[in-house]
């Protein structure tokens, strides 16, 4: 079974400065498409970035991009120049491929790391 | 706007009061999913539809009910709630393409459930 793993349950960060979110991930699939989603107080669910597995490049939206590693399964989330908007819980998530027969769209969730930015 | 509507957003009930929490959205998705959040948990998938009168169980389905009669709604429904289906609840939904990462969920605001 797919399974996510973020080891980080809490981290800090100072205002302008960089953080990285670890995740890792376990699979057998050779295509899939990998997530981050972002939490804040208000409880909604936020989509921050994506990855698609057969794609090389790390995706990157303004100051957020990814760390992209298929062969050791990781998919860490970098957030540049932090802002103080940017306190939130994150979730890593993985989607299950396409099953034969049908698509699904499965998210598979991480435990979630909760980021403190400090002014 | 496109959006995916839960409610109610807060619930306290007791153990044993069938409730139910009403999801709706305005995009014509085929796909629409349950997830219930807990601490240290992560969002786990109760239940999903592929569409109108086409439901299946995701990871934690016991105590759930779920219909799809309408594209465009999807109630979660606790026949007899216990403490521990106390959790935060979210509502979610997509279109449905084959293979591609652009179908993303959208998320509702989320439901507070508390059994006591």
């Known amino acids: 079974a797919q399974t996510v793993t973020q080891s980080q349950p809490e981290m800090s960060v100072q205002e302008a400065e960089t953080v990285t979110l670890s995740c890792t991930y376990d699979?057998?699939?050779?295509?899939?498409?990998l997530f981050w989603y972002k939490q804040p107080p208000s409880r909604q669910m936020i989509l921050v970035i994506r990855?698609?597995?057969?794609?090389?490049q790390n995706a990157t939206e303004n100051r957020f991009s990814v760390n992209f590693q298929k062969a050791a399964k990781s998919f860490s989330l970098k957030i540049s120049d932090s802002q103080l908007g940017d306190a939130a819980m994150y979730f890593c998530a993985y989607r299950v491929p396409p099953n034969y027969g049908g698509a699904t769209n499965k998210l598979i969730f991480g435990t979630g790391t909760l980021l403190a930015v400090q002014p | 706007e496109a959006q995916v509507t839960q409610n109610p957003r807060y619930l306290i009930t007791v153990t044993g009061k069938k409730l139910t929490v009403t999801c709706s959205q305005n995009?014509?998705?085929?796909?629409m999913s349950w997830y219930r959040q807990d601490p240290g948990l992560g969002l786990r998938q109760i239940y999903y539809?592929?569409?109108?009168?086409?439901?299946d169980k995701g990871d934690v389905p016991e105590g759930y009910k779920v219909s799809r009669k309408e594209k465009r709604n999807f109630p979660l429904i606790l026949e007899s709630p216990s403490p521990n289906q106390t959790s935060l609840y979210f509502c979610?939904?997509?279109?449905?393409?084959?293979?591609?990462?652009?179908?993303?969920?959208?998320f509702g605001a989320g439901t507070r459930l508390s059994v006591l």
């Open positions: 539809s592929m569409n109108v009168e086409v439901t």
């Open positions: 979610a939904s997509s279109p449905l393409y084959r293979g591609s990462a652009k179908n993303i969920q959208y």
């Open positions: 990855q698609e597995a057969y794609k090389q």
């Open positions: 995009m014509n998705h085929e796909y």
């Open positions: 699979t057998s699939e050779s295509d899939y498409y």
